[in-house]
RNA sequence: GCGUCGGUGGCAGAGUGGUCAAUUGCACUUGGCUGUAAACCAAGCGACUUCGGUCUACGGAGGUUCGAAUCCUCCCCGGCGCA
């Protein structure tokens, strides 16, 4: 077997006692990524209402943009004249892109709907037959994304416009933006999909994973500034999952990604499965989680990094986390609140903004509002990282997460 | 004073004889949001209810009608015009 240059390195430096937890440094050619690491989500090349320095002062060592987005606006093209989506974007530290393997499901078989990638109990048999994909199905109802053994067709959400990704155009086009780690690319399934269709579309991405590695392998000078993960796949699925592992670490990736659907419950089991059949040396990204809750699961059972829209989404939407839970700031209680957003948290935001400026400015619609929520919170999710990392490194994980959940649920 | 147009739920503003407890927007209340079709989406928004309804409501008081937010009379209030 021929040695496979990489353009990062990741080192574990501590592994937690009670479970799989550790804490590592992944190296980048723009920088070191102490792990567990959150890297807050800029798909169009921001994070919604966030300059880049302040990200920095936040606490964010890389930003993880998107494929798809910057393909069609303002093409990959563009950004690679600018220098690469860091250069372009003013952000000198570490980037990611995903492939474009998630818009195969929200604008897929999750297109007007109400699924995401969890579900949360038992799915209707209307959604259960809208969940996989479908040519009639999708010019019925309007689907953007159709599926086939080689690709993707998409309808530009943008402007209407046709467009195919299939893996090796995914390469090429993250190739053009440049960032430090990209992934293969993929299907995500909808968790409402039943197990046989879950399978197929494993299977399909097994076969896109091949292909995009080689793809990213053709190109001297790509594999010399960047890395390539590949994604595991399996829905809730125990059993498929540890095939998608074995699968996806036999190919040679320079990271895992594990994407796709959950439901709450299988959410640690799938993870379980999948990380027992991973080679350990390799840093493992949890795709789109999450929630506090859901991050502090990933670090226990292995994971290594993570990206999140809800930060900013919930942030813009007028809630922010707290150590005691999410809270709204659109309701009416916090109208006279003048304590700060989250006493408890040590950002630069919270302790001296008040609940009731912050209510005042969300229900004006003023966008300091959503920006101030959204900084809080990645504020609040990169706080609770770093934590976690540190309590690894002081053999206290466990303590640490335990003391979280508590106060977070009380 | 005369003429004229108008007074509808927190606000704006539809409706002009039954299908109106009253379109719609905003405001308000509460949910939701996990690799961003998302500064978005959804539900509720007179009171009571055994959920079938019952009651009180469209400036006020009377009246016409089987039936009135809608038609008539008087009164009160406001805009505009003329004295």
Known sequence: MVEEMSAISFVVEKRA???????????????????????????????????????????????????????????EGMVQRAGGLGKFMAWDGPTMTDSGGFQVFSLGAAFGKTISKFTKGEVTEKEDQL?????????????????????????????????????????????????DIFFAFDECTSPAAPYEYQREAMERTHRWAARSLKAHRQSIDARKSQAIFGIVQGGRYENLRRESAREIASLGFDGIGIGGSFSKEDMAGALQAAVSELPEELPKHFLGIGEPGDILEGIANGMDLFDCVAPTRIGRHGSVYTRHGIIHLRNGRYRDDFTPLDPENRDFVSPYITRAYVSHLVRAGEMTGSIICSMHNIGFILELVAGAREAILNGRFDEYRADFLRGYHS
Not at 133 to 147: C, F, K, N, R, W
Not at 149 to 174: A, W, Y
């Open 17 to 75: 006692g009670g479970s799989a937890a550790r804490a590592g440094s992944l190296m980048t050619p723009h920088g070191i990524i102490r792990t567990p690491a959150f890297t807050p989500v800029g798909t169009k090349a921001n994070v919604k209402g966030i300059l880049p320095e302040q990200l920095r002062a936040l606490g964010a060592a890389a930003v993880l943009a998107n494929t798809y987005h910057l393909y069609l606006q303002p093409g």
């Open 131 to 179: 969940a996989v994909y479908d040519e009639e199905v999708a010019s019925q109802h309007g689907q953007l994304a159709v599926i086939d053994e080689e690709g993707v067709t998409f309808t530009s959400h943008v402007d209407g416009s046709l467009h195919r990704f299939t893996p090796e155009r995914s390469v090429e086009i993250q190739h053009a933006l440049g960032a």
